[in-house]
Nanobody, 124 residues
Framework: QVRLVESGGGLVQAGASLKLSCATS????????VAWFRQAPGKEREFVAT????????SYADSVKGRFTISRDNAKNTVYLQMNSLKPDDTAVYYC?????????????????WGQGTQVTVSS
C-alpha cells in the first residue's frame, strides 16, 4: 500500500502562487506515474497534471497549462505542483494520485493510490 500525503494548500488571493507537495515513504516512488486531480464543490473530480516515472514526462489539463508546473524529486520521494496566477476557478480540494509504471491506460485515469487531499481556496 502506497500512502500519499499532500500539503501546501491554503487561502490566497487571485493572481497569487502556491506550491503543493505530495510525499510518500514508498522507496520505489520513482517507478510510479503521479498525478494531481482536483474537485470543486458540486463538481466532478478533474485531472490537473501528471508526471511519468524516471525523467518525468509531463502533461496538463488545458485549464492549467502555462500556469501550473508538475515536478518530482525522486530522492525525496516527493512530487510538486507549482501553481501560479491562481484564479477563483482553481478553488478545489487537490488530490495526489499514483500508479505503478506497469499500469497502462490513459494518463488521466487508473490511479490506484490516493492522498487525503489539500484545500486550495482562491479569493477574487
Amino acid at each position: 500500500q502506497v500512502r500519499l500525503v499532500e500539503s501546501g494548500g491554503g487561502l490566497v488571493q487571485a493572481g497569487a502562487s502556491l506550491k503543493l507537495s505530495c510525499a510518500t515513504s514508498e522507496p520505489t516512488f520513482g517507478n510510479y506515474r503521479v498525478a494531481w486531480f482536483r474537485q470543486a464543490p458540486g463538481k466532478e473530480r478533474e485531472f490537473v497534471a501528471t508526471i511519468s516515472w524516471g525523467s518525468g514526462t509531463t502533461s496538463y489539463a488545458d485549464s492549467v497549462k502555462g500556469r501550473f508546473t508538475i515536478s518530482r524529486d525522486n530522492a525525496k520521494n516527493t512530487v510538486y505542483l507549482q501553481m501560479n496566477s491562481l484564479k477563483p476557478d482553481d478553488t478545489a480540494v487537490y488530490y495526489c494520485a499514483a500508479r505503478m509504471r506497469t499500469s497502462g491506460g490513459p494518463i488521466d485515469s487508473g490511479y490506484a493510490y490516493w492522498g487525503q487531499g489539500t484545500q486550495v481556496t482562491v479569493s477574487s
